[in-house]
């Protein structure tokens, strides 16, 4: 009886918080609060006084809709997270956000919300407990000893990632991966049979799960906890379909009207009296349900002193493995010597395309950082990103490299998945226009501060035969557009060397690299240091102030440096401009800005991608304005006028015809009508 008290207790802060907000999705709480209660009072491995623990269990709410129910729950287990957090559900600057997220609120350990995302980051998870286990665990020390939980909707599975990400941890045997699906059948439009037809359990099975079902998952809680501790001695992942009632008690029961809206004044009180609780007061926690769950929170910290004993003693007869596991997880630093792996490449100056030198540099780094992670989508060979290390594989969870397959949606949001872990940095590789593929994986990454580096090559309309349908004409816009995420697009081995530098050191933003396909001439006068600010001078044909800047990135700044020797000869004052990532020069002073594109003297941009956001840099943009085409990368860059010879024409054109070796004079308004 106490046991089912916490359980109501649970679904009636839930519904109180939705109508207090009067908005949000109280259906799934009262449906799934008996498994909430059971994982956290009996199953869970959690101290809320270290609510960032190294070893502690994970608990992901993949269907972040019901997230009432986890800020319930994170109450009344002692996180930091108070009544009146609860209160303040969804309210502008509260800790209780519309879904869960990561940096909000305190035991949240992924950013859900978007469907299937969070079974994804789940898997990633899995796959880093799996990895640090085998690094760092040794007999009667299983320092790592993680569990990852992951409560999922009928819309998770409807989502094409957990799809992917299902078959990837069926295929890696990922045995500390446990879901519990809430089968109630019901989504926004109505019964799932409206869309929605498949064996769920048949379909896991088919990709190598245990499979597990409990009929009665509204009232039948130590069927609950019996599903939940076979799936821990299971030897593969387990989905456990949990038959539910959406909306459980309440005048909605078992229909879509108890999904996403609150259930009115009415309906609270309705399923208060159903549940045998007191109708007349909102937001009550009984003290017999503090009581149960204080017992509860000193269990937790009592799992987290043991695990420091453990430690202490693990230190003392692994005095080099608990160093590292201190550095990695403990003071999150990089190892002390880790730029010098960098120095080598300085003075590289083939004729070789950026994703060459990315692989060479990737080499190198993974030497010298043993906490770097990661794989490709099917394209190791094209991405160069293979590294010293076997491949992650049941039998080899020490492998460092990932065999993604061809799903690059689950591989990024995996890899968002071993960010929220800890410990490890994580990059996936594919080419930048498939990037798209995975959008919703990235944005919700960018959202999350989630540290990932993405491999990006064959970057533009150069990459060839392939076609428009791989080439990335519209991509860098869209990345550029995105908060917090930081994108590179190098023009030689010195920039390469400076956007690994950027995205190591930068553990909050998520960093792309936009790789060539071709090979680009390395340039005189590039500069490492300088590109760390997102754009510099690169070279100017005399002092004092240019006449024309011309500003480029990647593969078209060797153009740049073209042109100029042909403008130079008409006694122009020429300016080139080297602009690896617009991003991190926007984020530098207005007086560094204005000191590298100096205001009133005109600008022309140069990228073989859409000139939209350029507007903000150049006067005037030379760029892409359809999709490409197929046929050799050095065909389609003359078809698009990717040449020094189109670019000084269009610059003449555009400021008139050069008289006494000067420009004519044009106000900047009138250049930008133009």
Known sequence: MEELRCINTLRCLSIDMVQKANSGHPGMPLGMAPAMHILYSRILKFSSKHSKWSSRDRFVLSNGHGCALLYSMLHLAGYNVSLDDLKNFRQSGSNTPGHPEINITDGVEATTGPLGQGIANAVGMAISQEHIAARFNKPNFPIADSKIYVFCGDGCLQEGISSEACSLAGHLKLKNLIIIYDDNSITIDGNTSLSFSEDIPMRFKSCGWNTITVENGNEDIDAIENAIREAQESDRPTIISLKTYIGYKSPFENTSKAHGAPLGINGVSATKDALNMDSSKSFEIPNDVKEFYANIIEKGNKFYDDWEKMFTEYSKQWPNEAAEYNRIFIEKKLPNNWKECLDQFNDDNSNVATRSISGKILKVIADCVPELVGGCADLTPSCKTSFNTVDFQPGSYHGRYFRFGIREHAMIAICNGISYYGGLIPFSATFLNFITYAW???????????????????????????????????????????????????????????????????????????????????????????????????????????????????????????????????????????????????????????????????????????????????????????????????????????????????????????????????????????
């Open 440 to 674: 919703g994986a990235v944005r919700v990454g960018a959202l999350s501060h989630a540290r990932q580096i993405y491999i990006m090559t064959h970057d533009s309309i150069a990459l060839g035969e392939d076609g428009p349908t791989h080439q990335p004409v519209e991509v860098l816009p869209l990345l550029r557009a995105t908060p917090n995420l930081v994108t590179f697009r190098p023009a030689d081995v010195r920039e390469v060397i400076a956007s690994y530098e950027f995205a190591f050191e930068n553990q909050t933003t998520p960093i792309v690299l936009s790789l060539t396909r071709q090979s680009v001439p390395s340039l005189v006068q590039s500069d490492r240091y300088k590109a760390l600010k997102g754009a510099y001078i690169l070279q100017q044909t005399s002092e004092g102030l240019p006449d024309i800047i011309l500003i480029g990135s990647g593969s078209e700044v060797h153009l740049l440096v073209e042109t100029s020797v042909k403008l130079e000869k008409k006694g122009m004052n020429v300016r080139i401009v080297s602009s690896p990532s617009l991003d991190v020069f926007e984020q530098q002073s207005i007086e560094y800005r204005r000191k590298i594109l100096v205001p009133d003297v005109p600008v022309v941009s140069v990228e073989a991608s859409s000139t939209f956001g350029w507007a903000k840099y150049a006067h005037y943009n030379i760029g892409m304005t359809t999709f490409g085409a197929s046929a050799p990368g050095s065909e389609n860059m003359k078809r698009f006028g990717f040449t020094s010879e189109n670019i000084l024409e269009k610059i003449i054109s555009l400021f008139g015809e050069i008289t006494n070796n000067k420009f004519h004079t044009i106000g900047l308004l009138e250049c930008q009508r133009r």
